[in-house]
């Protein structure tokens, strides 16, 4: 490359010479062999003879600043550094005049030989060659390594101030207790876009509105970057009124979800994550785009009419319908295992294989740079027809993760299987009828395959039955989405089809008094009602029988009762119905959930910022988040329903900035730092941009940068600003108490008492620093003065005081901005305080 210039009568030449074997190159090789910068070594030409740059910096001195200030007065600086260390001025006077849009530089070090060095890099810091975009992670606010690019301007801030309350215009960021501040990282003039750095803007946020710190309705509301997604709607098959669903208002008081909420996604069929999705749409009102993998939309609908009709029975049809069902079916969006769906612009979600059930999905959701995972419920260990889960290795800000068995640590599948085996061929030996609780989807199709290969290994005859054709109807979705089951299960499927089960048979309601031993499916899975229920209560009083609970039971289900220590003799049904229970219980980890280690191993491998626990109770809960926070340095939360969250997150958002506001981000502000014992060869120069603006979100639109003026143009309104004032009196007596200098209190002489005060008030709100201005004292936007106005509007009445204590009483007027209004409180109190009056008055009371 050859690149000159010329200052006086000397010409100075930017060269790509004499680095190769100077120590920082071969350090930083790597980004000259890939960025391939324009400027690595300055020399000066003299009569052809290329020198190094050693002379007298001290004669340059008056060129350089003619320079700077020459650019400053032009306007036309575009490429500056935060910070240039100065050691070499004839090398950096060619330098800087001439890089105004041609250099790739990272921090300029001038060195004594002219090199130009590169500044220290973390390998994090991600460059882009000859792009107008560079993105660097954000380390600390207002204390960011400055990144340039070709085509870029320098390093900018933006504050976000209070947006006028439009709500029509104007969708403003959520609240959030981060402090919220933009880095603006690089501008394109040219195309009007912008790159920003959000440090702590636009927090995630976590509204639980079910299965916090209890496993049911499972519904997580998360706000990531302004954008809102519901994970799961699901319903808890406990209660028996409207508590069995969340409580949707938590979203929007008005009921207009469709504009609160950017999609919903469904992680898999179970009542308990997709139970209240009917209702919520067809009776709330939703309409907005719903996500879910094909096998969850396709057997979704028989769990939901399945329990519809439990409900139909019990004669609580109001929740939905059948219609309801299949109108709602209809919005769905179908989506396959790592397929990237662009939600909007700006969010992106993606599923992962999570085991469970069939169709189950973990959820990947990203805007911008900030990305979680919402698992639902997993598994981290194959069973007989799904796989383990499968997820890649990600960078994220948040996993919420179930968390069902937090404090269980399963012994061997096999050594279970057997047991549960063991126990229904002792039961169906003896005579016994067996009753398997379980839904009707998922367990049922384990279990199924497990007792079909011991029935044929030891040649039983016993009949096994599926209750109301259920489950053989959801076997026939299982042959058909045999892509989703398990390798075993897909490698054998040519030959045998695992979900062929021809010991099994539709139930006929007539043979529950039938004599003789049997096996019985039933749904659903909790006896919460249904046909699981009326075979429970004619079993359960015959003590040859045998319930086997295979999975998780809620509280308040009449299974949960069933596990409790002591085995019940008496179940209550309602508020009259009692069932006798002499029958044997017998219950087993067969559930299709994780257990703690799987808990841990996922989160140890994608080793997120944050975890957030749900689908658990809270006991549990507690000795899980202690060890993920201990043994895996992670911050954990376990937080209860209708509780929100917040999470920090640093991200990458891109935005249009307006014309005012690229033109005010590109005018330099110039800094000579120079102590006076300082020689100018360590001259410092900085430029110290700071820009204002604000970041307009406005839902449907692009992100954009405005200057503070646009804005109230924008929205036609003048600029404002909230302004408290307050004005009470004190005795002067309590001033003669507490001043520390000798001269008398004269209530005549302002200046006397402002000084008492101030000494007063600067040891008890050192921390914000007093300041002593002539008349007042100012602390922030605090202001405190003598008030000699008897008819203040401000003023607030002493009460009924004498003609003598009212001579002897002042009073001060203060005012103070709303963003000091603690400040303000505390200052009024500590004056309050110094009040003898006050202090007389409460001793003589007493």
């Known amino acids: 490359m050859e690149h000159s210039v010329q200052i006086d009568s000397t010409e100075y030449e930017l060269r790509l010479d004499h680095v190769s074997n100077l120590p920082f190159y071969k350090s930083s090789k790597k980004y000259f062999d890939r960025q391939k910068p324009d400027v690595v070594a300055v020399n000066k030409v003299d009569d052809g003879d290329h020198s190094s740059l050693e002379e007298d910096a001290d004669k340059y001195?008056?060129?350089?600043?003619?320079?700077?200030?020459?650019?400053?007065?032009?306007?036309?600086?575009?490429?500056?550094?935060?910070?240039?260390?100065?050691?070499?001025?004839?090398?950096?006077?060619?330098?800087?005049?001439?890089?105004?849009?041609?250099?790739?530089?990272?921090?300029?070090?001038?060195?004594?030989?002219?090199?130009?060095?590169?500044?220290?890099?973390?390998?994090?810091?991600?460059?882009?060659?000859?792009?107008?975009?560079?993105?660097?992670?954000?380390?600390?606010?207002?204390?960011?390594?400055?990144?340039?690019?070709?085509?870029?301007?320098?390093?900018?801030?933006?504050?976000?101030?209070?947006?006028?309350?439009?709500?029509?215009?104007?969708?403003?960021?959520?609240?959030?207790?981060?402090?919220?501040?933009?880095?603006?990282?690089?501008?394109?003039?040219?195309?009007?876009?912008?790159?920003?750095?959000?440090?702590?803007?636009?927090?995630?946020?976590?509204?639980?509105?079910?299965?916090?710190?209890?496993?049911?309705?499972?519904?997580?509301?998360?706000?990531?970057?302004?954008?809102?997604?519901?994970?799961?709607?699901?319903?808890?098959?406990?209660?028996?009124?409207?508590?069995?669903?969340?409580?949707?208002?938590?979203?929007?008081?008005?009921?207009?979800?469709?504009?609160?909420?950017?999609?919903?996604?469904?992680?898999?069929?179970?009542?308990?994550?997709?139970?209240?999705?009917?209702?919520?749409?067809?009776?709330?009102?939703?309409?907005?785009?719903?996500?879910?993998?094909?096998?969850?939309?396709?057997?979704?609908?028989?769990?939901?009419?399945?329990?519809?009709?439990?409900?139909?029975?019990?004669?609580?049809?109001?929740?939905?319908?059948?219609?309801?069902?299949?109108?709602?079916?209809?919005?769905?969006?179908?989506i396959d295992l790592k397929q990237t769906v662009q939600v909007d612009k700006d969010l992106q979600i993606r599923a992962y294989y999570a085991g469970h059930v069939l169709g189950a999905a973990m959820v990947y959701a990203s805007v911008g740079d900030a990305a979680m995972v919402y698992t639902g419920d997993y598994n981290m260990t194959p069973d007989r027809h799904l796989g383990a889960a499968q997820i890649d290795r990600l960078q994220l800000d948040l996993v919420i993760t179930e968390s069902t068995y937090a404090n269980t640590y399963r012994d061997s599948k096999y050594v279970r299987e057997r047991e549960f085996l063991k126990a229904i061929h002792k039961c169906v030996a003896n005579g016994g009828k067996v009753l398997i609780p379980t839904f009707a989807l998922g367990r049922a199709q384990e279990l199924c395959i497990l007792l079909h290969d011991y029935w044929e290994r030891m040649n039983l005859k016993v009949p096994i039955y599926f209750s109301t054709g259920l489950t053989i109807q959801a076997n026939l979705y299982y042959k058909a989405l045999i892509n989703w089951t398990s390798q075993k299960v897909k490698d054998t499927f040519a030959s045998r089809n695992a979900f062929d089960f021809i010991n099994a048979r539709n139930f006929d309601h007539k043979l529950l008094d039938a004599p003789g031993p049997c096996v019985l499916f039933a749904t659903p899975g909790m006896i919460t009602g249904g046909f699981s229920l009326k075979a429970f209560t004619h079993w359960a009083p015959c003590e040859t029988n045998l319930v086997t609970l295979p999975g998780y039971c809620a509280v308040g289900t009449v299974g949960h009762k069933l596990t409790s220590k002591d085995k019940p003799k008496k179940v209550y049904v309602g508020n009259d119905t009692h069932i006798d229970v002499r029958c044997q219980i017998h219950q087993l980890a067969f559930s299709p959930h994780t257990d703690a280690k799987g808990i841990i191993d996922l989160v140890k491998f994608l080793s997120p910022k944050n975890v957030m626990l749900v689908h658990g109770e809270k006991p549990n809960m507690d000795k899980l988040k202690g060890i993920i926070e201990s043994e895996l340095g992670i911050s954990c939360s376990i937080p209860a329903n209708t509780e929100t969250v917040s999470f920090p997150s640093t991200n990458f958002i891109k935005a249009d900035a307006s014309n005012t506001f690229i033109k005010s981000s590109l005018t330099p502000n110039f800094k000579f730092l120079k102590d006076e014992n300082t020689e100018m060869s360590t001259l410092q120069v900085r430029d110290e941009r700071v820009t204002e603006g604000i970041l307009m979100n406005q839902k449907g639109q692009k992100v954009m940068i405005l200057h503070q003026n646009e804005l109230l143009t924008m929205v036609g309104t003048e600029k404002t600003e909230v302004e408290f004032a307050y004005c009470f009196s004190l005795d002067s007596r309590s001033l003669k108490n507490i001043s520390s200098i000798s001269e008398e209190v004269n209530a005549s002489d302002d200046n006397s008492i402002i000084r008492i005060l101030n000494t007063k008030l600067s040891n008890e709100v050192a921390e914000f620093g007093v300041n002593d201005c002539v008349g007042c004292i100012e602390v922030n936007s605090f202001r405190l003065v003598l008030c000699k106005n008897d008819k203040c509007p401000h003023r607030v009445s002493s009460g009924g005081s004498n003609s003598t204590e009212s001579s002897e009483r002042m009073f001060f007027c203060c005012k103070w901005s709303i963003v000091d209004k603690d400040l303000a409180w505390r200052v009024i109190s500590v004056m309050k305080n110094m009040d003898t009056s006050v202090v007389d008055s409460v001793m003589a009371d007493v």
């Not at 499972?218 to 994970?231: E, L, R, Y």
């Not at 993998?293 to 139909?312: G, S």
């Open 61 to 334: 001195k008056e060129q350089l600043e003619a320079v700077f200030f020459k650019l400053k007065e032009s306007k036309s600086y575009r490429r500056t550094v935060r910070s240039i260390s100065i050691s070499c001025i004839t090398a950096a006077t060619p330098l800087l005049s001439s890089l105004k849009q041609t250099a790739y530089l990272i921090d300029l070090d001038i060195v004594e030989d002219g090199i130009v060095a590169l500044a220290e890099v973390e390998k994090s810091y991600k460059l882009e060659t000859r792009t107008t975009e560079v993105g660097i992670p954000c380390k600390r606010l207002l204390d960011t390594v400055t990144v340039k690019c070709g085509h870029c301007s320098n390093l900018s801030f933006l504050t976000i101030r209070a947006s006028p309350p439009d709500q029509h215009t104007l969708q403003t960021p959520p609240f959030s207790p981060f402090p919220r501040f933009i880095n603006l990282e690089t501008i394109n003039p040219n195309t009007k876009r912008a790159r920003i750095t959000v440090n702590d803007l636009m927090a995630i946020d976590c509204l639980v509105l079910g299965a916090g710190q209890e496993v049911g309705k499972s519904c997580v509301v998360v706000t990531i970057n302004g954008k809102k997604i519901m994970f799961d709607c699901g319903m808890h098959m406990g209660h028996e009124n409207l508590l069995r669903y969340p409580d949707f208002s938590l979203i929007s008081k008005s009921g207009d979800f469709d504009s609160v909420l950017d999609c919903i996604v469904i992680t898999h069929f179970h009542l308990d994550h997709i139970g209240a999705l009917p209702y919520f749409t067809e009776v709330c009102g939703y309409n907005g785009p719903i996500y879910m993998t094909y096998p969850t939309k396709a057997l979704a609908p028989i769990m939901l009419e399945d329990f519809r009709k439990v409900l139909e029975d019990r004669k609580e049809n109001k929740y939905f319908t059948n219609e309801h069902i299949l109108s709602c079916m209809k919005k769905v969006t179908a």
